[in-house]
């Protein structure tokens, strides 16, 4: 098992971060090694983490198909190849090897239509039309307005949000036309109350690989407090770098990690706070957070966090704050994209998920099926025309 999963981190080192690793010897030691390059292969994140899942239940012999065959269909399966969700072994075998499931089932096709359908829709009109903005304020303009500070980092909010919710529904909705179910690995996350809840409702799956096995490995919270402060902020200073080799994925990941431990301290005192308060709290600590998440550099973060708290820039030149009056003009954008952008921010927290909408779509009176089948149709048309004629961007989630 130890060889095997050295034999997948060193892949996943070598292909992900030995440019990281030059560029960190570089700026020390002030040497000029030449980066090398290397073509980062599709999914190594998630392949590679499942493939130690996979050793590891094998050691604690929790699974028994050990053919190559049941081994490689485990690791490959594509509808979660590329951006997972992380599958455990046993949630998903049985399920390739029940009788039920080897033949076309077509109400899990339409379901599986639907769903895809909502995560496409989710990808092309919502997440690449704020991709655009986040671009705009985090990559080309030189300095920000505070307005448009919290614009830019409130469009990568609402990006990454629907470009991995948008995945997530896609890979399921895929699945399902073969019968297959995959875990659940989004759950309305700008819902959350706390930062607890929202690890419990994003990326669901890496939560429960890392919980599963780094964190109880490490002896969870069965020694003693500071060990378990210590192990919570390592798995998030992990998490953070697994994301990518840059020390800003790093800095997300720890302030995660400090954010959990300091709501670990407040839930002993027993003090609480009311659902908007604690909601607000959480949702801005979040969209903070994703500015360092989204930027290129620590200089890119610092542009966007200065406009946002009207800090002065990195060249001591202070922002303005109220200015209304043309506050999105650098965005060729109007005032009304910035509402916008709040309502479907809001409804995040208030609307159902993807997945009780389908079903209930799903469960529609047979004499509106056709209807909905018709919508549906027209829908994937519109989809299709769109990613054609206007340019999109890759899942934000394909570059780990």
């Given at each position: 098992?130890?060889?095997?999963?050295?034999?997948?981190?060193?892949a996943?080192?070598?292909?992900?971060?030995?440019?990281?690793?030059?560029?960190?010897?570089?700026?020390?030691?002030?040497?000029?090694?030449p980066r090398?390059n290397?073509?980062?292969?599709l999914a190594?994140?998630f392949?590679?983490?499942?493939?130690?899942?996979?050793?590891v239940?094998?050691?604690?012999?929790?699974v028994?198909?050990?053919d190559?065959?049941?081994?490689?269909?485990?690791?490959?399966?594509?509808?979660?190849?590329?951006?997972?969700?992380?599958?455990?072994?046993?949630?998903?075998m049985?399920?390739?090897?029940?009788?039920s499931?080897?033949?076309?089932?077509?109400?899990?096709?339409?379901?599986?239509?639907?769903?895809?359908?909502?995560?496409l829709?989710?990808?092309v009109v919502?997440?690449?039309?704020f991709?655009?903005y986040?671009?705009?304020?985090?990559?080309?303009?030189?300095?920000?307005?505070?307005?448009?500070?919290w614009?830019?980092?409130?469009?990568?909010?609402?990006?990454?949000y629907?470009?991995?919710?948008?995945?997530?529904?896609?890979?399921?909705g895929c699945?399902?036309?073969?019968?297959i179910c995959?875990?659940?690995n989004?759950?309305?996350?700008?819902?959350?109350l706390?930062?607890?809840?929202?690890?419990?409702?994003?990326?669901?799956t890496?939560?429960?690989?890392?919980r599963d096995?780094?964190?109880?490995?490490?002896g969870?919270?069965r020694k003693?407090?500071?060990?378990?402060?210590?192990?919570?902020?390592?798995i998030f200073?992990?998490?953070?770098?697994?994301?990518?080799?840059?020390w800003t994925?790093?800095?997300?990941g720890c302030?995660?990690?400090?954010?959990?431990?300091v709501?670990?301290?407040?839930?002993?005192?027993?003090c609480t706070?009311?659902?908007?308060?604690a909601?607000?709290?959480?949702?801005?600590?979040?969209n903070?957070?994703?500015?360092?998440?989204?930027?290129?550099?620590?200089?890119?973060?610092?542009?966007?966090?200065?406009?946002?708290?009207?800090?002065p820039?990195?060249?001591?030149?202070?922002k303005?704050?109220?200015?209304?009056?043309?506050?999105?003009k650098?965005?060729?954008?109007?005032?009304?994209?910035f509402?916008?952008?709040l309502?479907?921010?809001a409804?995040?927290?208030?609307?159902?998920?993807?997945?009780?909408?389908?079903?209930?779509?799903?469960?529609?009176?047979?004499?509106?099926?056709?209807?909905?089948?018709?919508?549906?149709?027209?829908l994937?048309?519109?989809?299709?025309?769109k990613?054609?004629?206007?340019?999109?961007?890759?899942?934000?989630?394909?570059?780990?």
């Amino acid at each position: 098992m130890s060889f095997g999963i050295a034999l997948n981190v060193l892949a996943l080192g070598y292909f992900k971060y030995t440019d990281f690793l030059i560029d960190n010897v570089n700026a020390i030691f002030h040497t000029k090694a030449p980066r090398m390059n290397i073509a980062l292969p599709l999914a190594i994140s998630f392949f590679t983490f499942q493939q130690i899942a996979y050793l590891v239940d094998c050691y604690k012999r929790l699974v028994k198909d050990y053919d190559f065959l049941s081994y490689a269909l485990f690791v490959s399966f594509f509808p979660q190849l590329i951006a997972g969700p992380i599958v455990a072994h046993y949630e998903m075998m049985p399920q390739f090897i029940k009788k039920s499931n080897l033949v076309k089932n077509y109400r899990n096709i339409f379901h599986g239509i639907i769903l895809f359908n909502i995560g496409l829709f989710k990808k092309v009109v919502i997440a690449d039309t704020f991709a655009r903005y986040a671009t705009i304020g985090f990559d080309d303009l030189p300095s920000l307005t505070f307005w448009g500070g919290w614009f830019s980092s409130l469009s990568y909010t609402a990006q990454i949000y629907f470009d991995f919710s948008g995945y997530c529904d896609m890979a399921t909705g895929c699945a399902r036309m073969f019968n297959i179910c995959l875990p659940i690995n989004f759950n309305s996350p700008y819902k959350a109350l706390n930062i607890q809840d929202f690890w419990r409702r994003w990326h669901i799956t890496l939560s429960r690989f890392l919980r599963d096995y780094l964190y109880i490995p490490l002896g969870g919270s069965r020694k003693g407090e500071l060990r378990t402060y210590v192990n919570i902020f390592l798995i998030f200073f992990i998490g953070g770098l697994w994301h990518g080799a840059a020390w800003t994925f790093v800095a997300w990941g720890c302030l995660h990690g400090l954010a959990n431990m300091v709501y670990r301290l407040w839930k002993k005192t027993g003090c609480t706070l009311n659902k908007f308060a604690a909601w607000f709290i959480t949702f801005n600590f979040i969209n903070v957070t994703w500015v360092f998440f989204r930027a290129k550099s620590f200089a890119a973060a610092q542009k966007v966090l200065s406009a946002m708290f009207c800090l002065p820039s990195a060249d001591g030149s202070a922002k303005p704050v109220w200015k209304l009056k043309g506050f999105l003009k650098p965005f060729h954008a109007k005032p009304k994209m910035f509402i916008t952008l709040l309502i479907i921010i809001a409804l995040c927290t208030v609307l159902p998920n993807a997945a009780d909408i389908s079903n209930r779509l799903l469960n529609v009176p047979d004499n509106r099926k056709r209807c909905l089948a018709f919508a549906l149709a027209v829908l994937s048309l519109f989809l299709l025309a769109k990613m054609i004629v206007v340019p999109y961007s890759e899942f934000i989630y394909f570059n780990f």
